[in-house]
Structure formats: C-alpha cells, structure tokens
C-alpha cells in the first residue's frame, strides 16, 4: 500500500472514531428491583389477614386433599416441581377448583412462572365465591405479578380487588 493510501485510510478510521463518539446511547429503560420479600408469604398472608365475615370454605375430595398435603410437603421441602407435578395431577380430576388453581398459582411463584402464576390466580378467583380469605389470595397473587412486571398502575388496580374481598359484618346490639 502506497504511504498516501496508509494516511488516507488512517485518517479515515480516526474520523469515524471520533464521530462515534460523540453519540450517546439510547438509555436503557430501567425497571425497579425486584421486592427482596418472600412473594408466596405475601400472598398467603393477605388471606390469613382477612377476616371477612363470609369464608367460603370447600368441600374436600379426600384424594384431592391427600395430594394438597403431598404438595405443601414437598413446597416445605424445596422440591417446587414435584409440587407443581402434584397439583397438576390433581388439577386434572379437579380442573374448577378455585383452591386448588390459587395452590398452583403459588407454586408457580416459586418456580418464577409469573404469566403462568398470574392467569391461574385470574382462573381462581373467576370460579372462586370473589369473597374472603381465597379471594384476597387471588388479588394478592395478581399485585405481587403486576409489581414485578413494572406495572404499578395494574398493582394498584388489583390492591383494590384484595380490598374488594372483605365483607364487614352486620351489626347486632
């Protein structure tokens, strides 16, 4: 190569260099850091809070019951998937239980199937009596998504629904 053909060529790259940088890039949009609580404790502890005065609760399969034990038994253990792989089962002779789709909602949590978490809980509370302990499970499992996908106006919709469970009582004097 020709010494005017080094410098021509040289002189180029060092101008494409220095225009490179003087554009910035796009700032990368930033989503807020996942809570550093245990989500699946949130859920449940929005249904043990809630004290409304209609608690629905279902009749239970005594087989159906047996693989809800097995399931909290491996939950309690660690072994997500062979919760999931039980409550599946049992969600196959029992597709329309509400308690047990939110039961699976919250094993998905864990198993960090949000969408999958999300639509159960939704199943859950349409089949569900929308009232009490149960429902206050469903909307919590809901913000607990909502908040991790960023939407916090979606959060602040279903904190109403959680809201919307609770039943006061009438008064007797």
Not at 26 to 54: M, N, T, W
């Amino acid at each position: 190569m020709y010494p005017a053909a080094r410098f021509r060529f040289a002189s180029t790259t060092l101008a494409a260099l220095l225009l490179a940088g003087c554009f910035n890039a796009p700032p990368q949009e930033q989503r807020p850091a996942p809570p550093s609580y245990d989500r699946v404790a949130a859920i449940r502890a929005a249904g043990a809070r809630e004290k409304s005065v209609i608690d629905v609760a279902p009749l239970r399969d005594p087989g159906i019951g047996g693989m809800q034990d097995a399931a909290q038994a491996d939950e309690r253990a660690g072994r997500y998937a062979d919760a999931a792989a039980t409550l599946d089962h049992a969600l196959k002779l029992a597709p329309d239980s509400p308690d047990l789709l939110q039961d699976r909602a919250e094993i998905a949590v864990r198993l960090h199937d949000y969408a999958t978490a999300e639509r159960l809980a939704r199943q859950s509370w349409s089949l569900g009596p929308q009232l009490g302990p149960l429902c206050a499970r469903n909307w919590q499992t809901i913000v607990e998504m909502r908040l991790l996908a960023g939407d916090e106006a979606g959060a602040a919709g279903a904190r109403k629904g959680v809201q919307a469970c609770h039943k006061e009582g009438v008064p007797r004097y």
